[in-house]
């Protein structure tokens, strides 16, 4: 059973942007640090991006400049809008949700986000 709900994936272009969402619609998300994870066939569970439940922000180098996370509690929605995406952005995108509050975010390694979605589809090819 997925606790949140990721969507806003699809197939783009380099240079083209998404916006994809989070939610939980058997819960909230307005007390939680979320996270966004990302993996490409192949690969770990690679972390993108976090924002508390505060509002700190914290972001992978590979995304910076490119990425932002921010929420909207009264839409129960936290959002990764992705700028500028490139090929090796290519991944399926999960949101997280960390269970313990007072999470700012200074880091977001995986095994702290125990609450997950079942991920959507970016693909960036020309």
């Known amino acids: 059973q997925s606790q949140l709900a990721e969507s806003g994936g699809g197939s783009v272009q380099p240079g083209d942007s998404l916006r994809l969402s989070c939610t939980a619609p058997?819960?909230?998300?307005?007390?939680?640090?979320i996270g966004w994870f990302r993996q490409a066939p192949g690969k770990g569970r690679e972390g993108v991006s976090c924002i508390s439940a505060s509002g700190t922000t914290n972001y992978a180098d590979s995304v910076k400049g490119r990425f932002t996370t921010s929420r909207d509690n009264a839409k129960n929605t936290v959002y990764l809008q992705m700028n500028d995406l490139r090929p090796e952005d290519e991944a399926v995108y999960y949101c997280?949700?960390?269970?313990?509050?007072?999470?700012?975010?200074?880091?977001?390694?995986?095994?702290?986000?125990?609450?997950w979605g079942q991920g959507t589809q970016v693909t960036v090819s020309s």
């Open positions: 058997g819960g909230t998300l307005a007390n939680s640090a």
């Open positions: 997280g949700q960390i269970p313990t509050s007072g999470y700012f975010c200074s880091n977001f390694q995986v095994s702290l986000f125990k609450s």
